[in-house]
């Protein structure tokens, strides 16, 4: 039991130094793990609070009905001119009673009565100067600058001759591609006759000069030109297909003139 006493004192020793040594490291973890928290007061929130400002709430504006235009009704047309008002006979100050009743001279021309006389004698001078019907196609061809002529004609028969409108259509398309010599001297004397001889689909079978000892013995320069550019006129402006074929023996073997203007 002697041997009691120090062991006591040695056991609670190493109680109360145990004891410090935790106490020690638990105010070390305490002391690490500090929060420091910053105390507001209520009327400070509230002032912060009530600085925030809500944006104004963007106003919405009401949809307008759908409207359709009806081009049907009296709707004014665009560019028309405005029509003036008409001013009445009461309130124009130079419309009397006294000169609404008097016509316009200025705007009236007198009628002059009908002279049945003077329409007579233009009738009868008409009639004096108009050509018989044998006349008649002479007059015709006069206007023209091709001449034609059917050789087979006589012995066929003037039944199946070419109507004027016909032989019109013949020169007319020939006259297209032939080159008048008007700028050469004495272009009257250059006149070239040339004889056709064609097929019954309107092709030319060949063209010649019918007088070929009159432009050989011309005394001209340009004779021999106009009777190579006539040739060359019927030859350059076929087919002619447009020709009757009942009437080919009118047009079958021709003699066409080309006169030139002076």
């Known amino acids: 039991m002697k041997f009691g006493w120090p062991i006591s004192l040695i056991f609670h020793s190493l109680i109360l130094i145990s004891v410090w040594i935790s106490l020690s490291k638990k105010t070390d973890v305490e002391m690490s793990q500090a929060i420091y928290v910053e105390l507001a007061s209520i009327d400070e929130l509230t002032n912060i609070r009530a600085s925030i400002k809500k944006p104004d709430p963007i106003p919405i504006e009401?949809?307008?009905?759908?409207?359709?235009?009806n081009p049907m009704e009296n709707a004014p047309e665009e560019g028309d001119p405005e029509t003036p008002e008409r001013t009445s006979p009461e309130t124009s100050?130079?419309?009397t009673p006294e000169n609404m009743d008097q016509p316009d001279s200025t705007s009236k021309t007198e009628e002059k009565p009908f002279d049945l006389d003077s329409f007579s004698a233009v009738v009868d001078n008409t009639r004096?100067?108009?050509?018989?019907?044998?006349?008649?196609?002479?007059?015709?061809?006069?206007?023209?600058?091709?001449?034609?002529?059917?050789?087979?004609?006589?012995?066929?028969?003037?039944g199946t001759s070419l109507s004027l409108n016909e032989i019109d259509a013949l020169k007319s398309k020939m006259y297209?591609?032939?080159?008048?010599?008007?700028?050469?001297?004495?272009?009257?004397?250059?006149a070239v006759q040339v004889r056709v001889k064609m097929r019954s689909d309107g092709h030319v079978q060949s063209v010649s000069l019918n007088e070929p000892r009159k432009v050989a013995r011309s005394q001209n320069p340009h004779?021999?030109?106009?009777?190579?550019?006539a040739v060359n006129a019927v030859k350059d402006c076929g087919p002619y297909d447009f020709l009757p074929i009942e009437k080919y023996s009118s047009w079958q073997d021709m003699v066409l003139s080309f006169i030139p203007t002076v």
């Open 176 to 190: 297209e591609c032939w080159r008048e010599p008007v700028d050469a001297k004495n272009p009257e004397e250059l």
């Open 62 to 69: 009401p949809e307008q009905p759908m409207t359709v235009e």
């Open 128 to 158: 004096k100067t108009q050509p018989k019907a044998g006349q008649q196609r002479t007059l015709a061809s006069e206007q023209n600058f091709i001449f034609y002529s059917s050789v087979s004609q006589a012995a066929v028969g003037a």
């Open 93 to 95: 100050p130079n419309l």
């Open 223 to 229: 004779m021999e030109v106009a009777a190579r550019r």
